[in-house]
């Protein structure tokens, strides 16, 4: 870091807090895709311990089956083969609607698109969530305000998606992340579509959150933005190359 | 519950950001459905119109009547069976009264016999055609509603002695006599002069088809005398003490004229009594080629409308796809995208739909103006049938892509350029 850029943002704290109990165990995971004759093999047979407290950075070159890993850690895939447990509950066998009740209590999603809905406000995009798990519209409201509050957007609640800057809109998809309160956080190259200085905005964010005691994994093929998690695991064509803490320039 | 309830209104509110957002393409898709509505409502109104005209005819007419006759006037038996019965006379109707005011507690009033046919009615050069010519006795005040504007109906005296005395309808009287009362006047039927002794008040039509002032009513003994050529086939028109009883009075009824006709136990009947019920069953076949025409507009509206909202929300489930996506990523479930995407079509059909029912009304309001006889009648009823069948198409229409669109894998969606 620059000096001029740590003038900017805040300090980073290099504190590790202590592992908790597992989320996420996969074990000899493989991926296999169909693509008319051919057969992609994104996952050649994967094995990962994922604890609460823990960040984690996944990175690699493009095409090396990222992409792949998030959407089967984040239960919007299910493993061709091998054995995927989140918090103890056997993810593979589970049918769709299972699926989408993991997504919405257990996992938060961020894109690197955002995915905002785009004719709905900041807390609309940020309420949904909350819908799908039935809450109620007193409490939506109030989850959805202090999201945001969070995530510095207190004064962009009823502006929609076009009327918010690229950082900002990726705020917002933060918050939608947040708010039913996840297990885990599952960023995918969230800072992909931003300039480096949003972008290290962005994962200063993630820095603050990690601190609040959220858990999260970012899939980047930038070695900047991988160095600020705590644990990086390496990919490449499928297989896990190297997985180990983050080594400090 | 909570959960497919706030689904339900988060749904609707991207339906209508949906709507608002594409006004054009919504309203040019809804433009079916707009039609079908449209023409099933004025279907309706035209039905109902009908039925309050025939209502309101039949009071004129008197409600609480029996009619005997040989034909029953609404069947789907060959004319032959009825032909070859014996002919009712006209003194059946003196024997069914000496019945009736020897039976304790008779349901049945006063029995008069009628007959009728169809003359021209000239006087000089003044003539009017096709005039409904009604045979009966000085008693048919009895039985129906009579309101004279001039002079008198014809006394007991003038029935029996079968004198050429007449009772005209209004559009004749002024038809014949333009410039002067028709009273005391003589007008010419069948070739026989009859003196005019009293005048209808207008009466008003039976849907606009038939006229009730285009009547002639004359003695029943001089209409057997000038229009009879073969056979004396009477009808006997019976008033009855309480129409809330018709099915009480039309079983004394068929007793009393099975004695009059001397009919065995084992012989059947050969006679029919009909009621505005079966007047009502003849005007059946009219209020079904209308039910069937509007029906068949309806449902070829609604059908092309439903295929354009088919289309437009599969093109709409093609377009957010990565939404689609997105929504399964924080945990919306495939009934929650089917919901959706049904909701969608049904909101664009029930649109389509009031704006088809605001339509509607505003015309029969026009039409209710400028034509306050015409037989219309707009009702809620309509309005509970028009919304309905929006729903319908709408849940049918949107079923196929939203469908699909729950269906999709999230992955695959969310990597949907
Ligand atoms: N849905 C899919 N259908 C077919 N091939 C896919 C699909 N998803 C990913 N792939 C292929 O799998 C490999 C890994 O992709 P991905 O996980 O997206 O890589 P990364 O995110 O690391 O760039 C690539 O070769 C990609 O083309
Ligand atoms: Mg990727």
Redesign the pocket.
Known sequence: MTAEDSAVLPARDRTVRPPGPLVIEIEGVTKV?E?GSET?H?LRGVSLKIRRNEYLAIM??????????MNMLGCLDTPTQGKYEFNGKDVASMDDDELATIRNKEIGFVFQTFNLLPRSTSLSNVELPLIYAGRPAGERRDKARRALENVGLGNRMDHRPNELSGGQRQRVAIARALVNDPSIILADEPTGNLDSKTGEEIMALMEDLYAQGNTIIV?THEPDIAEHARRIVR?RD?LIESDGPTEVR | MNRLRFEFVESFRIAYAQIAANRTRSFLTALGVIIGIVAVTLMGTAIGGINTGFNRSMALLGDDILYVSKHPWATDKDDWEFRNRRDIKSDAAEALQTIIDATPRSQLVKAVPTANAFRNVVRGDYQANAVFTLGTTDEYPEIATVDLRDGRFFNATESRGARNVCVLGCDVADALFPERSALEEYVTLGGKKFRVVGVFSKQGSFLGLFSFDNQIVIPLSAFKKFFVRKGSDTDVRVKMRDKEHVEEAKAELIGDMRRVRSLLPDQEDDFAISTQDSFKQALDPIKTGIAVAGLFITGLALFVGAIGIMNITFVSVRERTREIGTRKALGARRRTILLQFLIEAVAICLLGGLSGLVFSYLLFQGVEAAFPSFPIEFSFGLVLTGLFMSVVTGVVSGFAPAWSASRLDP??AL?YE
């Open positions: 895709y693509m992609i994104a690699g070159p493009s095409g090396s089956g990222k992409s792949t890993m899939v990919l499928g | 992955v695959t990597r």
